[in-house]
Nanobody
Framework: QVQLVDSGGRWVQAGESLRLSCTASGHTFSTTNMAWFRQAPGQEREAVAA????????YFMDSVEGRFLISRDTAETSLFLQMNNLKPDDTAVYYCATTAGLISRTTWFRPERYTSWGQGTQVTVSS
């Protein structure tokens, strides 16, 4: 398993932006599918966005499409989640996840597809 480290979460006000990062020591993501999930208190973990390595396809949950961007650095050692126009409903612990398996439009959002997870980073959006 890959050891992932999530970072970048903090308290912000509604309308502000944040960029989350995910890195793995001694590992590149060049042939790895990756995603961001989040979990709010008392709720199930939900998929936020995913990046497919083979063709660069990206997927987003409906409520963040147009506000969030998922990207990788050119060295393929970090995954980012750029979050713009944040809303109180975006408050959650955010986790990055990776899988060497395939993802598609119908599977990217399933947590069981992913084999390695970060420890999570807290994002709090105040109104």
């Amino acid at each position: 398993q890959v050891q992932l480290v999530d970072s970048g979460g903090r308290w912000v006000q509604a309308g502000e932006s944040l960029r989350l990062s995910c890195t793995a020591s001694g590992h590149t993501f060049s042939t790895t599918n990756m995603a961001w999930f989040r979990q709010a208190p008392g709720q199930e973990r939900e998929a936020v966005a995913a990046s497919r390595w083979s063709d660069g396809a990206t997927y987003f949950m409906d409520s963040v499409e147009g506000r969030f961007l998922i990207s990788r650095d050119t060295a393929e050692t970090s995954l980012f989640l750029q979050m713009n126009n944040l809303k109180p409903d975006d408050t959650a612990v955010y986790y990055c996840a990776t899988t060497a398996g395939l993802i598609s439009r119908t599977t990217w959002f399933r947590p069981e597809r992913y084999t390695s997870w970060g420890q999570g980073t807290q994002v709090t959006v105040s109104s």
